[in-house]
């Protein structure tokens, strides 16, 4: 496996990683090496008996954002590192987590791949990258036509990817940890709303501040990142600071607590594949307010509201309603518990099981020079 990130770096991919290693760990039919990221020199790890993680010193600064410096020298560290478990051990295949940069570093090695797309490494998916996607389109259509097989977390980033190149991608949607999370009803009158999230421009919180603004509710929001102060003065200015409170970081296996304490959750993205904190609140039994972005939205389904992103009003429209009506509040959250139960890491470690399987394994072959060249 390749993937820049991973816990305590990154965010939903490197969670995803994560839980899937949880399921294969122990397992007598699988071996992985996984070369990913440190942010404190160079270490082994060995997750499991079967499972070792080799975390390459990348100089990394902070936890949940990457600069094009830090993915360059992974992608270089990671092609000598892969290059060199190569020569001691004789894969099967790679699986590589984002098209850009591990898909590219998989395609490097000569070993037949598969390429799990995320989100922003599909080009048009974030509009921050607008000129890397001009610039790398061509490479990434490479990349994906050579992998033995493409894989999206949602129908709505396959949608999006088949712009770039109509060519058959599997969905394997994202898992949940249900067991991890227990639902809990509050009989109160103040609404508690939560959102956890990377502060960041494309997850569009500032919205949701102003939505409630004119409410009688208390917003908490789990998550640190680049638009933290401008999120902070904003709602100074709004004169809201007493209702809305910034916890800043939480370590995963303590948050499990804010969603217990909270009504219903929002997240208010421009953008999103299949975001994981939706699925937590949803094992937590909670209501979910979203946008209309892809792999979020297909998970509403009588459990919450899907309302247009960079909408404040339309936010605070549906947080009203569910302040009116405690009952729905009950209902949409059972929902969400419900179909929570049927999005197992262990089914998802299983469709990607049978991913691996389908993968033909051709003749070995040495890293391939053609592709060097190119790059």
Request: charged share 25%.
């Amino acid at each position: 496996m390749l993937n820049y990130e991973f816990p305590p770096l990154g965010g939903g991919a490197a969670n995803a990683n994560r839980y899937l290693l949880d399921e294969y760990a122990g397992r007598d039919d699988l071996e992985v090496d996984l070369v990913t990221s440190s942010s404190d020199g160079y270490r082994e790890e060995s997750f499991a008996e079967n499972v070792t993680l080799y975390r390459l010193d990348v100089h990394k600064d902070e936890i949940h954002y990457w600069t094009q410096t830090e993915i360059v020298r992974y992608s270089w560290k990671g092609y000598r590192k892969a290059h060199e478990l190569m020569a001691e051990s004789d894969y099967d295949l790679v699986h590589a987590w984002f098209g850009v940069p591990s898909g590219v570093v998989a395609r490097m090695l000569g070993l037949p791949y598969i390429v799990a797309l995320r989100g922003s490494d599909v080009p048009g998916y974030n509009e921050r990258f607008s000129w890397q996607y001009v610039v790398l389109k061509p490479l990434v259509r490479k990349v994906w036509r050579d992998a033995e097989a493409v894989v999206a977390n949602s129908a709505g980033l396959r949608q999006l990817a088949r712009v770039t190149a109509d060519i058959p991608i599997e969905v394997i949607p994202n898992g949940v940890a249900v067991d991890e999370f227990n639902p809990v009803y509050h009989d109160r009158d103040r609404l508690q709303v939560l959102c956890v999230s990377r502060l960041i421009e494309r997850k569009g919180i500032r919205f949701l501040v102003e939505a409630v603004a004119e409410l009688d509710v208390e917003l908490t929001v789990v998550g640190e990142g680049g638009r933290e102060a401008v999120l902070k003065s904003r709602a100074r200015q709004l004169g809201i600071e007493d209702k809305v409170t910034f916890i800043g970081y939480v370590p995963h296996d303590e948050i499990h607590s804010y969603y217990e304490h909270a009504d219903v959750f929002v997240l208010p993205s421009f953008n999103e594949g299949m975001s994981n904190t939706v699925l937590e609140a949803m094992a937590a039994g909670l209501p979910i307010v979203t946008t209309d972005t892809g792999g979020t939205a297909e998970l509403i389904e009588d459990n919450g509201y899907v309302v247009p992103a960079g909408h404040a009003e339309s936010i605070a429209e549906v947080l009203s309603e569910y302040s009116r009506n405690h009952d729905k509040i009950r209902r949409h959250g059972q929902n969400s518990r419900a179909i929570a139960e049927t999005m197992s890491w262990t089914q998802v470690a299983e469709q990607y099981r049978d991913a691996y399987e389908s993968v033909s394994v051709p003749t070995r072959t040495p890293p391939n020079e053609r592709v060097k060249r190119e790059l």
